[in-house]
């Protein structure tokens, strides 16, 4: 709907047309604000590369991104490129997770971690502030191959996880499981559940099956908000799995994160939080009175350059590249998983993922060494992770194969 595939001279033609929309410090009296372009004795500012050079004209020009620009007001002296911004959440949330239109808030947090963070935030003062809940009768539910972020939200926010377990072998949520550790929660006093379900986790690429969550939380009759942690997958799950139930067509599913850093190869500090409308200002920090439209983030003064990479990354490849894209992805991955297959090595893969995860005896410390492998633990690996990128060809993996084989 919003997601259109443009050529290079519209892309340039939009982001200059934002950027000129924003405050100019050269020609414009602007004496208030700790902002300016970047150091013009660092950064050449005329060099003649620059005319044709979106993004890297953005950095120099440096709009601040701060707070939330799709609800309320923000600041006005960086509106051109805050329009960018929007652009780029109805993208996320409307044509990647199916969301209705102008019906979600949301913003380019500085990465995954924060944009988990925000969504715990979020729900923990909500539980709060609609049903009077104590702050210790609130928990985080959320699996053994949930990111860390889960824990860093844990300490920050004084609030107890419990972690359910997954298959060992499958990396699947068990319903038997989470009840018991649902009832755990009870047994301590947990009333409020913040559950966090993966769209393909860290280690294995693994999609948690949402229902199995939702289910028992039903069943038990349990208060709870649902986020979908797609740092990994956000870019990726929903152009596999046509069927996906990680979308806000789900009713339970209130908010996403998904990182543009890590499977859309944009900028590090693209981590995208989106929520439905309703529950952002229950993080408004009233206090930012400087702030022209108050702050609903985490993080404060964001760069705005961060956004249109993101923009121009998705609005360059277009809906159909990106599904191209991800489909050379996942050929190459069930070329690589043949492989395994053929040489007996036993490997994780979920059919909707680029990640597999091959048991560490089939592979010698020094070619997981010397192929930059990744352990799931650095002190006793159980698991090495490869993840198919886009300079990750047939041609690399083939290296690995013979590696292998020649062991
Ligand atoms: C990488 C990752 C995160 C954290 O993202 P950062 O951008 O590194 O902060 C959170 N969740 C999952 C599933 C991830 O893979």
């Given at each position: 709907?919003?997601?259109?595939?443009?050529?290079?001279?519209?892309?340039?033609?939009?982001?200059?047309?934002?950027?000129s929309?924003?405050?100019?410090?050269?020609s414009?009296?602007i004496?208030?604000?700790?902002?300016?372009y970047l150091?013009?004795k660092?950064f050449?500012?005329?060099?003649?590369?620059?005319?044709d050079?979106?993004?890297i004209?953005?950095?120099?020009?440096?709009?601040?991104?701060?707070?939330c620009?799709?609800?309320?007001?923000?600041?006005?002296?960086?509106?051109?490129t805050?329009?960018?911004?929007?652009?780029?959440i109805?993208?996320?949330?409307?044509d990647?997770?199916?969301g209705?239109?102008?019906e979600q808030?949301?913003?380019?947090?500085?990465?995954?971690?924060e944009a988990?963070?925000?969504?715990?935030w979020?729900?923990?003062?909500?539980?709060?502030?609609?049903?009077?809940?104590e702050q210790?009768?609130?928990?985080?539910l959320?699996?053994?191959?949930?990111h860390?972020?889960?824990?860093?939200?844990?300490?920050l926010l004084?609030?107890s996880?419990?972690?359910t377990?997954?298959?060992s072998e499958?990396?699947?949520?068990?319903?038997?499981?989470?009840?018991?550790?649902?009832?755990?929660?009870r047994?301590?006093g947990?009333?409020y559940?913040?559950?966090?379900?993966?769209?393909?986790?860290t280690?294995f690429?693994?999609?948690?099956l949402?229902?199995?969550?939702?289910?028992?939380?039903?069943a038990?009759?349990?208060?709870f908000?649902?986020?979908?942690?797609?740092?990994?997958g956000?870019?990726?799950y929903?152009?596999?799995?046509?069927?996906?139930?990680?979308t806000?067509?789900?009713p339970?599913i209130?908010?996403?994160?998904l990182d543009?850093?890590?499977?859309?190869q944009?900028?590090?500090?693209t981590g995208?939080?989106?929520?439905?409308?309703g529950?952002?200002?229950?993080?408004?920090?009233?206090?930012?009175?400087?702030?022209?439209?108050?702050?609903?983030?985490?993080?404060?003064?964001?760069?705005?350059?961060?956004?249109?990479?993101?923009?121009?990354i998705l609005?360059k490849n277009?809906?159909?590249?990106w599904?191209?894209?991800?489909f050379?992805?996942?050929?190459?991955?069930?070329?690589?998983?043949?492989?395994?297959?053929?040489?007996?090595?036993?490997?994780?893969?979920?059919?909707?993922?680029?990640?597999?995860?091959?048991?560490?005896p089939f592979?010698?410390?020094?070619?997981?060494?010397?192929?930059?492998?990744?352990?799931d633990?650095h002190?006793?690996?159980?698991?090495?992770?490869?993840v198919?990128?886009?300079?990750?060809?047939?041609?690399?993996?083939?290296?690995l194969i013979e590696?292998?084989?020649?062991?």
């Open positions: 709907m919003f997601w259109k595939k443009k050529s290079q001279e519209e892309i340039q033609a939009t982001v200059f047309q934002a950027l929309r924003n405050v100019d410090y050269n414009e009296t004496l208030g604000i700790p902002a300016s150091d013009d660092v050449n500012q005329d060099a003649s590369f620059i005319k050079a979106p993004f004209s953005s950095l120099i020009q440096n709009p601040n991104h701060i707070g620009h799709t609800l309320g007001k923000s600041e006005s002296f960086f509106e051109g805050h329009e960018i911004e929007r652009d780029l109805q993208i996320c949330a409307v990647i997770l199916k209705e239109p102008d808030d949301g913003y380019v947090a500085s990465g995954g971690t988990n963070i925000q969504a715990i979020i729900y923990r003062n909500y539980f709060m502030n609609e049903y009077e809940a210790s009768e609130i928990c985080i959320c699996s053994e191959d949930s860390y972020s889960m824990d860093k939200a844990a300490n004084t609030l996880v419990f972690k377990t997954v298959d499958l990396r699947v949520l068990n319903a038997e499981d989470v009840r018991m550790t649902i009832q755990k929660a047994d301590a947990k009333k559940f913040i559950v966090i379900s993966n769209m393909m986790t280690m690429g693994s999609i948690d949402v229902q199995t969550y939702t289910d028992v939380l039903v038990m009759n349990c208060q908000k649902l986020h979908i942690d797609g740092a990994y956000g870019f990726y929903p152009f596999t799995d046509d069927s996906s139930l990680l806000f067509e789900n339970h209130t908010s996403f994160t543009a850093h890590k499977m859309a944009a900028p590090y500090g995208i939080f989106l929520i439905r409308k529950y952002m200002h229950h993080v408004n920090t009233k206090e930012a009175s400087y702030v022209e439209g108050e702050d609903y983030t985490l993080i404060g003064s964001r760069s705005g350059a961060n956004a249109i990479a993101v923009w121009m609005v277009g809906p159909f590249g599904q191209e894209k991800v050379i992805l996942q050929k190459r991955t069930a070329w690589m998983c043949k492989q395994f297959k053929e040489m007996s090595i036993a490997f994780y893969r979920h059919p909707f993922s680029n990640i597999i995860t091959i048991k560490a592979v010698p410390i020094d070619i997981a060494t010397k192929f930059g492998l990744v352990p633990n002190k006793a690996p159980n698991w090495y992770k490869i198919i990128m886009d300079h990750v060809t047939i041609e690399k993996l083939s290296l590696a292998l084989k020649a062991n």
